[in-house]
């Protein structure tokens, strides 16, 4: 019969609030429960007051990183890449904006700026290194770090790789407007890795899935002249 009436009491405990409100009394009248209890709030409460001031000073230094991000750029459109990687004494470049800044949104994209950048330069290696640090979930740039990671590649006859990347461009997010640059890009890796039938389904899939890109006409001339090859 006590076993029972242990049961009921939890019974009573889940449906009257009444019990549950004593039942917490009782708990909290037990100093060691107590202080349990207020030690377990402090900790709570110190972590909403960190994650508070960490995305404060996280706002604030994307705030200056931006602005310092916006110079940088500028250099890299006018093709001066030694002042967009490393500023001009007066404003930062993207690499001392990625050490300055490190996780703003701005130094993320300074990795892409950085690597595209050293890709320009011929520094493959450093080009393929930003670009994989860097992240987004933007449909067009993430994409557009894939193709520059294959294209570096490419520059170094690594045509494996360089199809890695390319495939990867080409199966982010799929687009009208860059998958079929991406497309080309892998049918010429492709071609040039000897994947002669691989590169003439590559340009065969410009033809049926992007009928109105500009590439039409290049993918249709490609795809008969691999496969004549292939054969």
Same mark, same amino acid.
Not at 188 to 194: D, H, L, R, S, V
């Given at each position: 019969?006590?076993?029972?009436? +242990?049961? !009921? #009491?939890?019974?009573?405990?889940?449906?009257?609030?009444?019990?549950?409100?004593?039942?917490?009394?009782?708990?909290?009248?037990?100093?060691?429960?107590?202080?349990?209890?207020?030690?377990?709030?402090?900790?709570?409460?110190?972590?909403?007051?960190?994650?508070?001031? =960490?995305?404060? =000073?996280?706002?604030?230094?994307?705030?200056? *990183?931006?602005? #310092?991000?916006?110079?940088?750029?500028? =250099?890299? #459109?006018? !093709?001066?890449?030694?002042?967009?990687?490393?500023?001009?004494?007066?404003?930062?470049?993207?690499?001392?904006?990625?050490?300055?800044?490190?996780?703003?949104? *701005? $130094?993320?994209?300074?990795?892409?700026? *950085?690597? $595209?950048?050293?890709?320009?330069?011929?520094?493959?290696?450093?080009?393929?290194?930003?670009?994989?640090?860097?992240?987004?979930?933007? =449909?067009?740039?993430?994409?557009?770090?894939?193709?520059?990671?294959?294209?570096?590649?490419?520059?170094? !006859?690594?045509?494996? @790789?360089?199809?890695?990347?390319?495939?990867? $461009?080409?199966?982010? +997010?799929?687009?009208?407007?860059?998958?079929?640059?991406?497309?080309? +890009?892998?049918?010429?890796?492709?071609?040039?890795?000897? @994947?002669?039938? !691989? *590169?003439?389904?590559?340009?065969?899939?410009?033809?049926?899935?992007?009928?109105?890109?500009?590439?039409?006409?290049?993918?249709?001339?490609?795809?008969?002249?691999?496969?004549?090859?292939?054969?």
């Amino acid at each position: 019969m006590a076993k029972k009436k +242990k049961k !009921d #009491e939890g019974i009573q405990v889940l449906e009257d609030p009444n019990a549950i409100v004593d039942k917490a009394n009782e708990f909290l009248s037990n100093k060691r429960n107590k202080g349990l209890v207020f030690g377990i709030g402090g900790v709570i409460a110190l972590a909403i007051v960190a994650f508070s001031g =960490y995305n404060y =000073y996280i706002t604030s230094q994307n705030t200056t *990183a931006q602005e #310092e991000l916006f110079q940088a750029q500028y =250099y890299f #459109e006018a !093709d001066s890449l030694g002042l967009a990687l490393n500023g001009d004494g007066n404003s930062y470049g993207f690499l001392e904006i990625i050490d300055e800044f490190s996780g703003t949104k *701005a $130094a993320n994209l300074s990795r892409f700026y *950085a690597g $595209a950048s050293y890709l320009k330069l011929g520094a493959f290696d450093e080009a393929i290194r930003y670009l994989n640090d860097f992240s987004s979930n933007d =449909y067009l740039i993430q994409a557009r770090a894939y193709a520059l990671v294959g294209d570096a590649y490419t520059e170094q !006859d690594n045509f494996d @790789n360089a199809i890695d990347y390319y495939q990867k $461009a080409v199966n982010y +997010k799929p687009n009208k407007s860059f998958t079929p640059i991406y497309l080309k +890009k892998l049918a010429i890796a492709q071609e040039q890795n000897g @994947n002669l039938q !691989d *590169a003439a389904d590559t340009y065969q899939s410009i033809e049926k899935e992007y009928p109105q890109s500009p590439l039409i006409n290049d993918a249709k001339k490609h795809k008969a002249r691999l496969q004549a090859l292939a054969q």
